[in-house]
């Protein structure tokens, strides 16, 4: 069964930091890249983060650049955001998800969310 599960969400305070992790299960982890999605309240899903299946390369929404880092550790096929100086706009629910590139906006596998909620 191929499993995505998302923890590390939480409340933190602006300015403060959250470490998001994905964990994955079922499939064969190093051939996927593995995105960052989030979604607000009545707001459309948008891509946040994403990095290749070797982490060669990464990739980051304009408004994260220099605050979220993304990685991953194949050996226990998991992906890490980490998040500083968060804002209370980087508050939704945050997804992660495998595909075959970061490039080609097309993901076969999805977990179900952390909430992440930034208070000012």
């Known amino acids: 069964e191929v499993q995505l599960v998302e923890s590390g969400g939480g409340l933190v305070q602006a300015g403060g930091s959250l470490r998001l992790s994905c964990a994955a299960s079922?499939?064969?982890?190093?051939?996927?890249?593995i995105g960052w999605f989030r979604q607000a309240p009545g707001k459309e899903r948008e891509g946040v983060s994403c990095?290749?299946?070797?982490?060669?390369?990464?990739y980051y929404r304009d408004s994260v650049k220099g605050r979220f880092t993304i990685s991953r550790d194949n050996a226990k096929n998991t992906v890490y955001l980490q998040m500083n100086n968060l804002i209370p706009e980087d508050t939704a629910v945050y997804y992660c998800?495998?595909?075959?590139?970061?490039?080609?906006?097309?993901?076969?596998?999805w977990g179900q969310g952390t909430q992440v909620t930034v208070s000012s």
């Open positions: 998800a495998a595909g075959s590139s970061c490039l080609v906006e097309r993901y076969s596998y």
């Open positions: 990095i290749s299946n070797m982490a060669a390369s990464t």
């Open positions: 079922g499939f064969t982890f190093d051939d996927y890249a």
